[in-house]
């Protein structure tokens, strides 16, 4: 069983900023990607930003350049700062891990409760 806790998000006006946490825990042997993903109203729930382990980091192409994901693998954490947030970024915001629990097992994907990021003024 793995567990993901977020935080951080919030009501920000436009043009503000926010910074999402998401910490994974319990029955991880590795991690191979750490992800945000987000559902606004409506809408399909779509990539934001991913970090792999060892590889380079993937952003869609409405968030390049104002946000930016971070991992702490110390703590088996990954951050997602938010810089000049849209009232189009709103939605409920979900971490995602891809992880192995042990070498033999297969890989899991595993998802947070999702934390609301509402911009508005």
């Known amino acids: 069983q793995v567990q993901l806790v977020e935080s951080g998000g919030g009501l920000v006006q436009p043009g503000g900023s926010l910074r999402l946490s998401c910490a994974a825990s319990?029955?991880?042997?590795?991690?191979?990607?750490m992800g945000w993903y987000r559902q606004a109203p409506g809408k399909q729930r779509e990539m934001v930003a991913l970090?792999?382990?060892?590889?380079?980091?993937n952003y869609a192409d409405s968030v390049k350049g104002r946000f930016t994901i971070s991992r702490d693998n110390a703590k088996n954490t990954v951050y997602l700062q938010m810089n000049n947030l849209e009232p189009e970024d709103t939605a409920v915001y979900y971490c995602?891990?891809?992880?192995?629990?042990?070498?033999?097992?297969?890989?899991?994907?595993?998802w947070g409760q999702g934390t609301q990021v509402t911009v508005s003024s």
């Open positions: 319990g029955s991880i042997w590795s991690i191979y990607a």
């Open positions: 970090a792999p382990t060892g590889g380079n980091t």
């Open positions: 995602n891990i891809k992880y192995k629990s042990s070498w033999t097992t297969p890989q899991f994907s595993s």
